[in-house]
T-cell receptor
Framework: SQKIEQNSEALNIQEGKTATLTCNYTNYSPAYLQWYRQDPGRGPVFLLLIRENEKEKRKERLKVTFDTTLKQSLFHITASQPADSATYLC?????????????FGAGTRLAVHP | NAGVTQTPKFQVLKTGQSMTLQCAQDMNHEYMSWYRQDPGMGLRLIHY???????DQGEVPNGYNVSRSTTEDFPLRLLSAAPSQTSVYFC???????????????FGPGTRLTVL
C-alpha cells in the first residue's frame, strides 16, 4: 500500500541554523509533492509545490528537493527563526480521474530555539 | 475573502447522536474535501467533491455522508457518532488540478470533535 514517512520525532535546532526535514514514500508515483506548515490548533497552510520533473524549488528561505529515484523529498529552512517552529507536512499528489488527490504524511515537528 | 470557514470549532457528542459539520469557501473552487487528523497519523481523506452534485469516497468514508448542492458549501454528516470518530476534522478546497495548474489546498481552521 502507499506509504509516506516523515520523522515522527521532533527536530530541535538552534536559531540561525538550517533545518532539514525528510519525506520518504513507497508504492507511489506522484505527479507533484507539496509541503505544508501547520501551527497548533490551525489548519495546514501551503508552502511549496515541486513537480516530478523538477529537482529543486526555492522560495525565500525555503528549499525543496525531489528525488524520484530515491523516492524522497528534503525540505530545508535556512537561517531558521523561532517563528519557524511548527509541524511540517509533506503531501504526495497524484491524479485520479483527472483530479488531484493528496496523501499526507504525519508531519515532523520543528522547534527552533533562540 | 474569508477563505475556507468551518463551524463549529468544538463539539462534544454522545455515542449514537448525529450532527453536521459545516464547511464553506468563497474562492469559487471546484474541488472540496474533508479530512480527519489523528495523533501520529497523516490527514486522511474522508470524502471529496469535484463540483456541485458530484461527490466520491476517500480513504475512510464509513460513518460519514456528504452532499454538494452548491459550489460554496460542502457539509459533512455523522450519521451515528462513535468514539472512533473522535478527531479533528478539516475541510479544504482547491482549484481543479490538471497538468500545469496550481493544486494547493486551502484548509479551514478545523473542528475538534469528541464522541463520548
Amino acid at each position: 500500500s502507499q506509504k509516506i514517512e516523515q520523522n515522527s520525532e521532533a527536530l530541535n535546532i538552534q536559531e540561525g541554523k538550517t533545518a532539514t526535514l525528510t519525506c520518504n514514500y513507497t508504492n507511489y508515483s506522484p505527479a507533484y509533492l507539496q509541503w505544508y506548515r501547520q501551527d497548533p490548533g490551525r489548519g495546514p497552510v501551503f508552502l511549496l509545490l515541486i513537480r516530478e520533473n523538477e529537482k529543486e524549488k526555492r522560495k525565500e528561505r525555503l528549499k525543496v528537493t525531489f528525488d524520484t529515484t530515491l523516492k524522497q523529498s528534503l525540505f530545508h529552512i535556512t537561517a531558521s527563526q523561532p517563528a519557524d517552529s511548527a509541524t511540517y507536512l509533506c503531501a504526495l499528489v497524484g491524479f485520479s480521474g483527472g483530479y488531484n488527490k493528496l496523501i499526507f504524511g504525519a508531519g515532523t515537528r520543528l522547534a527552533v530555539h533562540p | 475573502n474569508a477563505g475556507v470557514t468551518q463551524t463549529p470549532k468544538f463539539q462534544v457528542l454522545k455515542t449514537g447522536q448525529s450532527m453536521t459539520l459545516q464547511c464553506a469557501q468563497d474562492m469559487n473552487h471546484e474541488y472540496m474535501s474533508w479530512y480527519r487528523q489523528d495523533p501520529g497519523m497523516g490527514l486522511r481523506l474522508i470524502h471529496y467533491s469535484v463540483g456541485a452534485g458530484i461527490t466520491d469516497q476517500g480513504e475512510v468514508p464509513n460513518g460519514y455522508n456528504v452532499s454538494r448542492s452548491t459550489t460554496e458549501d460542502f457539509p459533512l454528516r455523522l450519521l451515528s457518532a462513535a468514539p472512533s470518530q473522535t478527531s479533528v476534522y478539516f475541510c479544504a478546497s482547491s482549484s481543479v488540478g490538471t497538468s500545469g495548474r496550481r493544486v494547493e489546498q486551502f484548509f479551514g481552521p478545523g473542528t475538534r470533535l469528541t464522541v463520548l
